[in-house]
C-alpha cells in the first residue's frame, strides 16, 4: 500500500505530477536550453496560468526564485528603504524578521507566543516603510485574517506590504489591490518537489526597488529583484532555472484550472472542517490554536506532548505519514497539511482512523 | 529517432539520470522532509561520492546552492576582505567580476578577448585577497591551464583561490590544496537536471568568512558562507533544497564511481581529440580558440558566421541538437558540448556527420 505524505512540506506530490514528470523525461525538458523559444513559452504558460488562477492584476510581475527563503534575503535588499515591520508569531515570520536585522537596515517587531496572533501596535505599523506578514504560519498553525491584512494597509498605505503565503497559496484568496509582494514555495499546495519559489510582486514594489538602488544603500547582489524583473520581462530568468520544476508548475496550475479553484478551495475548507470536528470532541487530541478564527485550514497543528511518538507510529502502521512539530515544538506536536492533492477520501479515511487511536 | 543534445548546458541527461528519477518518483524522495534522517543519508552519500571522484582532501565542505551563479552573490560577501581579482575572458568569469564590482568590495581586473587568455599580471594577483579564477569558460571555449591557477598561488598565498569549474567537473582534475573555493551547476557534466549548485570550500575560506563576518562589512545574507556550513556540517540545508536533484546527484556520482572516474576522463580526452582533429582539417569549419593549449576538451566553439544556421539546422536534421553561441556571439558560433554522458559511438556519428557537411 502506497504511503499518504500529510507532512507540511515537502508533501505528497500534486495526483498529476508524477504523469508531467514522465512526460518531461520522455521529451527532453530537462536538457533544453534556458535561454531559448520552447523554456519562454514553458515560462509565459506558467505566468498565464498562475494570474488566472490567482486572478492576479495586470500590475503584478511573476517571478521565480530558488525558494521562499531566498525572498527573505531579496526582499530585505530590495524593498526595504530604511525601516522594516514583522508580524512574528511563529518561526517562519521569525527568521525573516531575523533576515532584516542581520541586514543594513533597522527591523522592528510585532511579536506574539506561538500558537496566537499580535495585537497589532499601529504606531508601529505608521513607522515601517515595508511589513512582512505571514499569512499562514507552517510551524505553529495560524492563519492571519486577511481583514487584519487590509486594516494594516489602510494605517499605512505607503508602505510595501509583503505576504509569506508559503503553506496556503493558491487557497489563500486576497486582494492583491491591497500588498505588494506575495511568495510561496512550490512543494507545499501546488504539490511539486522542492527547489523553487514563485514571487508575485506589483509595479509599487518595482519602484521601491528602483529607489532603493538609486539610494545610498543600493542593490548590492546579483540576484536582486531589478535583475529578476529585467529577465522576467522577457520570460527569462537571471541564472539557470530549476527548468524542469517551471515546466511542472505551469503543467500543474493548467490541471488546477481545470479542476476549478472554487473546487479545490471549498474542497480544503470541508476537509478543515471535519478534521477539526473530530479533533474537538477526540478524547486524546488538543488542537493548538486555541482561537478558532485563526486556526489554518492548510496545517492543522495538535499539541500531542508525550504521546507524539504514539500517535507517529500508530499513523504510520496504517501507511499515513504526518510531521512532527516544528523547531522547539518537535516532541511536543504533530502537524498535518492539507493542501489541494489530499483528497476528500484521504482526509475522511485519516479522521475515520484517528478516532480509532 | 531520439534527439542527441550536445548543448553546452542544460545538456542531455546522464544515462542513468532517468531511470534514478523514475525510482525517486515511485518512492517518494520528492515529499520527504528535508529536516530527517533520510535527507540526511542522501546528503551523506552525495558527499562521500564527490568526495571518492574528485579525491576531496578532508579540510573540504560539500555544500549545496542553488546555481553556480548564487555562488557568484555568496562569495562577494563571504570570502573577499577588500579586494578581489578578476582574470576575465568571455561572458561568466565578467559576470563574476561585475557581481563583485556592485557589492561593496573592490574589484581588479586581468581581462583578455573572448577566445584567449590573458596574461598573468602578478602585480594585480599580490594586491588581491580573492582570486576568481573561470577553468572553463563557457561562452568561450578555453580551458585555463592549472599550471597557471598554480603559479597564482605561488605568487600570492594568502588569497583565497576560487575556481569556476562549471562546465568542467568531473572531468577536471585539480590539486585542491592549492586552491580555496571551487564551484559547478549540475546541469553539465553531471548530467543532471538545472537547479542545483555544488560549492566545495576549504577550512581557509571558511576562517576568511568567520573573519569577514567580524568586519565592518559583515554578512548581511541570510544563505551567507557560515549559514550553509552551520547546516553542512549536520547534512542539512539552510533552506527547503532541491532534494530530488541532489538525490540524482547522490545516485549519478555512485554511477561514475562505478564506472571509474579516469575511463570518463580519458574517453573526454578520445573525444575531444577526434573532433578537433576532422574540425581541424575540415573545409569549413573554423576552431575559434587558436592556441591548441587553451582549447576545451568539454566545450568546443567553432566560428560559424554565416553559416550558423545552416549548420545548426544540417544537425538538427540528423538530430543532433548542438548550442548556439553565447551572448554577442549568439549568431556567429556554434558550442558543442563534450560531457560523460555523451558515449564515443555518438562522438563518432558526430564527427562523420560533419565530415559530410
Not at 512550490?186 to 518595482?206: E, H, I, M, T, Y
Request: glycine share 4%; aromatic share 10%; with cysteine.
Amino acid at each position: 500500500m502506497h504511503k499518504h505524505y500529510f507532512t507540511p512540506g515537502p508533501s505528497e506530490l500534486y495526483f498529476t505530477t508524477e504523469q508531467h514528470l514522465k512526460k518531461a523525461i520522455k521529451t527532453g525538458v530537462a536538457s533544453i536550453s534556458h535561454r531559448g523559444q520552447q523554456f519562454k513559452d514553458i515560462y509565459k504558460q506558467a505566468d498565464s496560468n498562475i494570474r488566472e488562477l490567482l486572478n492576479l492584476p495586470d500590475n503584478y510581475k511573476v517571478l521565480f526564485t530558488n525558494s521562499a527563503t531566498e525572498v527573505w534575503d531579496l526582499s530585505a535588499e530590495s524593498l526595504i528603504t530604511e525601516k522594516s515591520l514583522h508580524i512574528v508569531n511563529g518561526a517562519f515570520s521569525d527568521k525573516f524578521y531575523k533576515v532584516a536585522k542581520q541586514s543594513n537596515k533597522e527591523a522592528l517587531l510585532n511579536q506574539s507566543e506561538w500558537g496566537s496572533f499580535p495585537q497589532i501596535d499601529y504606531n508601529l505599523v505608521k513607522q515601517a516603510d515595508f511589513i512582512a506578514i505571514t499569512h499562514n504560519e507552517t510551524s505553529t498553525g495560524v492563519s492571519t485574517p486577511l481583514e487584519t491584512i487590509y486594516k494594516i494597509r489602510k494605517e499605512n498605505p505607503e508602505a510595501i506590504i509583503s505576504v509569506d503565503a508559503v503553506s496556503s497559496l493558491p487557497y489563500l484568496d486576497i486582494d492583491y489591490t491591497k500588498i505588494d509582494s506575495l511568495y510561496v514555495s512550490v512543494q507545499k499546495c501546488f504539490g511539486l518537489p522542492a527547489g523553487l519559489g514563485v514571487w508575485l510582486v506589483n509595479d509599487r514594489s518595482v519602484k521601491r526597488a528602483e529607489e532603493v538602488n538609486k539610494s545610498n544603500t543600493g542593490l548590492k547582489s546579483y540576484h536582486n529583484l531589478l535583475t529578476l524583473i529585467k529577465y522576467g520581462n522577457d520570460f527569462q530568468t537571471a541564472s539557470t532555472p530549476n527548468v524542469l520544476n517551471i515546466y511542472l508548475l505551469a503543467q500543474v496550475t493548467g490541471d488546477m484550472l481545470n479542476r476549478g479553484i472554487q473546487l479545490i478551495r471549498s474542497e480544503i475548507k470541508y476537509k478543515a472542517a471535519i478534521f477539526y470536528k473530530m479533533a474537538e470532541s477526540h478524547q486524546k487530541l488538543n488542537l493548538f490554536v486555541k482561537e478558532k478564527s485563526l486556526r489554518s485550514d492548510t496545517i492543522i497543528v495538535i499539541d500531542s506532548f508525550e504521546q507524539t511518538t504514539s500517535l507517529l507510529t500508530f499513523l504510520e502502521n496504517n501507511k499515513f505519514i504526518i510531521g512532527t512539530g516544528y523547531g522547539k515544538k518537535q516532541q511536543d506536536q504533530v502537524r498535518i497539511a492539507n493542501f489541494p492533492t489530499h483528497s476528500k477520501e484521504q482526509f475522511e479515511m485519516l479522521t475515520d482512523l484517528l478516532i480509532t487511536w
